[in-house]
């Protein structure tokens, strides 16, 4: 148990390391003692009951998905008060776009456009001129309505009674949210940038651009999703070299190395052949890197210790395996030195032990074969996934 006690000593403080050269350098990132992690542990008792106790003493991401603008405004401005009232800075999770989720298990938003942004005014009345970290929309950019992508085909969410303009008025809303949050004095902001196992960097930049990437801070990458440090970290340096070299250097974004060429994704001994194909790039240009001014990322790690899931070859029609994957640890702790020029932060977004949702892997349900039992809803607390997250946390908890 000292072995135990000793290991979550130094996670606490890894909580607390100021950042280099960093935007909120003295700062550290909110713990909320009213967060939904800590208010699901009044609902449990025991092993679950203290597994959501210890979870709620590491600082997470508050998410706000719903309500009018005057609501969105009032519980904002509480959070931000108390954070500011601690001296900490908060992280805000805004998911409220038409079409969330692609009305699938996170299905909502707000009912158009117009309504979203004066949700969005909501919100950032809320923050006003205190500090806050905002994570504008996950998903936003990953999955777009009819969208097309770079080489013309057209992405698999298809929402009824939509068509091709739906891409063009996601776009919009996030660049009239970016345009109302980059008002604010103390904010940065981050745009969805997916992940190390979805979009090419070329692919996602485009988007990037196109949603008014230049007034934020950069993007997030694996909300919500496993993929290891090791992953992510290259693929951040990666958006951001891309990023630059099309607005700098005028690069086709379809020309932008990936984690699929000449890197083979699934080899990462392999993935310096893409930071060497950057280099060439550059070169080629006649530009030089400037990470200080280059847009930066701030990564997940809430769920990502172990990377992601392997499923049984050909056991499922659909693994699904993104959706509450057996045997993930949580990753390292939230912390604003990063100590990577692309990177701002650690972030803990998604909470971590709350689901993702039922997760059937092609099967008809509704018990997630995997795991041989029913998943809660998305968002809604998991006890038997927080205590895999804390088992299998790496760097690791405790010694059992």
């Not at 700062?27 to 203290?50: C, H, M, P, W, Y």
């Not at 979009?199 to 008014?212: F, H, N």
Request: glycine share 10%.
């Amino acid at each position: 148990m000292k072995r135990a006690a000793s290991v979550f000593a130094l996670w606490l403080t890894a909580l607390c390391i100021p950042a280099t050269g960093q935007a909120h350098s003295a700062k550290r990132i909110f713990v909320d003692a009213q967060s939904t992690t800590a208010r699901a542990s009044e609902r449990l008792d025991g092993q679950s009951q203290r597994d959501a106790l210890f979870l709620a003493r590491f600082a997470s991401a508050s998410w706000f998905a719903y309500g009018t603008p005057d609501l969105a405004e009032a519980t904002v401005r509480d959070l931000v008060n108390r954070a500011a009232a601690a001296g900490q800075v908060p992280v805000l999770v805004a998911y409220n776009i038409p079409y969330r989720d692609c009305a699938l298990y996170s299905a909502g938003g707000a009912a158009d456009g117009s309504a979203y942004l004066a949700w969005i005014r909501g919100f950032a009345a809320g923050i006003g001129d205190r500090e806050a970290i905002v994570i504008l929309e996950p998903d936003g950019l990953g999955i777009i309505p009819w969208h097309r992508t770079l080489d013309g085909a057209v992405e698999n969410c298809r929402p009824e009674g939509r068509d091709g303009s739906a891409s063009d008025a996601r776009h919009d809303q996030l660049r009239g949210a970016v345009a109302i949050l980059s008002s604010l004095p103390k904010v940065r902001i981050y745009l969805d940038g997916t992940g190390s196992s979805w979009l090419a960097p070329g692919e996602i930049a485009s988007r990037l651009i196109k949603a008014d990437v230049a007034r934020t801070a950069g993007f997030f990458l694996n909300v919500s999703n496993f993929e290891s440090d090791a992953r992510a970290v290259p693929f951040a340096r990666w958006v951001s070299d891309c990023i630059a070299l099309v607005t700098r250097g005028g690069l086709d974004p379809r020309d932008c190395p990936s984690q699929y060429r000449p890197a083979v994704f699934k080899d990462v001994s392999t993935w310096n052949r893409t930071d060497a194909a950057y280099d060439r790039l550059f070169e080629k240009a006649g530009l030089r890197r400037d990470p200080a001014s280059q847009k930066h990322a701030v990564i997940d790690t809430s769920r990502n210790g172990r990377g992601s899931w392997e499923p049984p070859a050909g056991k499922y029609l659909d693994a699904e395996v993104w959706c509450n994957p057996p045997g993930r640890g949580l990753g390292r702790p939230p912390t604003l030195d990063s100590r990577n020029p692309y990177v701002d932060a650690f972030l803990w977004i998604k909470i971590p032990g709350e689901s993702d949702g039922e997760c059937h892997r092609g099967s008809g349900g509704p018990a997630d074969p995997e795991r041989g039992l029913t998943a809660p809803s998305a968002g809604s607390w998991f006890p038997e996934q927080a205590r895999e997250l804390i088992r299998f946390a790496s760097p690791p908890l405790r010694g059992d």
